[in-house]
């Protein structure tokens, strides 16, 4: 069974750090695609970063680029999301997802989230 | 970078009803184009993949149709744990932005 488990997120206040980790079972962790989703309390699906499987290939939202790195450990099975210079407008449940077909980049899998509050 | 629009934001409708909610894509993205289902305090959940292929285990009254910048996902007959909110994703180029969400109520 695919199983993703965020954890990593808390209470942090702005300008400060904060890192995250998905860590992956079920599945050949290396050959995937995995993605960082994020969604305001009330808001919408915000897409943020995305590494490929093969070849660890990054992209990043422009809401977030230049603050946040992701990173893999396919030793691990984990995915990480390191995040710094935190903004009050980051405050979200931020949730790690997994790729499912190799073209449609669709995410059929997804962890529970982990809850980002940046506030002083 | 692409923005996906969604209506209507809000949709009511009864058990049994046929719904659809569409998507706009500012350009073209082929086929590249993906439908969600999230209730509340859930992570979102895969219903149709590449405009009109149904996930597996999703059921059948869920279909996707369109390409280019035109989409739409139907509900043949809503069902009473078919109330949620729904959006559609983009995935032919970085970001792979989502729409704004649609969340169909009971009447």
């Known amino acids: 069974e695919v199983q993703l488990v965020e954890s990593g997120g808390g209470l942090v206040q702005p300008g400060g750090s904060l890192r995250l980790s998905c860590a992956a079972s079920?599945?050949?962790?290396?050959?995937?695609?995995v993605t960082w989703v994020r969604q305001a309390p009330g808001k919408g699906l915000e897409w943020i970063s995305y590494?490929?499987?093969?070849?660890?290939?990054?992209f990043y939202a422009d809401s977030v680029k230049g603050r946040f790195t992701i990173s893999r450990d396919n030793a691990k099975n984990s995915l990480y999301l390191e995040m710094n210079s935190l903004r009050d407008e980051d405050t979200a449940v931020y949730y790690c997802?997994?790729?499912?077909?190799?073209?449609?980049?669709?995410?059929?899998?997804w962890g529970q989230g982990t809850l980002v509050t940046v506030s002083s | 970078d692409i923005q996906m629009t969604q209506s209507p934001s809000s949709l009511s409708a009864s058990v049994g009803d046929r719904v659809t909610v569409t998507c706009r894509a500012s350009?073209?993205?082929?086929?590249?184009l993906n439908w969600y289902q999230q209730k509340p305090g859930k992570a979102p959940k895969l219903l149709i993949y590449?405009?009109?292929s149904l996930q597996s285990g999703v059921p059948s009254r869920f279909s996707g149709s369109g390409s280019g910048t035109d989409f739409s996902l139907t509900i043949s007959s809503l069902q009473p744990e078919d109330f949620a909110t729904y959006y559609c994703?983009?995935?032919?180029?970085?970001?792979?932005?989502f729409g704004q969400g649609t969340k169909l109520e009971s009447k």
């Open positions: 997802a997994r790729g499912g077909t190799e073209e449609f980049g669709d995410l059929p899998y």
């Open positions: 079920g599945f050949k962790f290396s050959s995937y695609n």
């Open positions: 590494i490929r499987g093969r070849s660890g290939t990054i």
């Open positions: 350009q073209s993205i082929r086929t590249y």
């Open positions: 590449g405009a009109s």
């Open positions: 994703q983009q995935s032919y180029s970085v970001p792979f932005t």
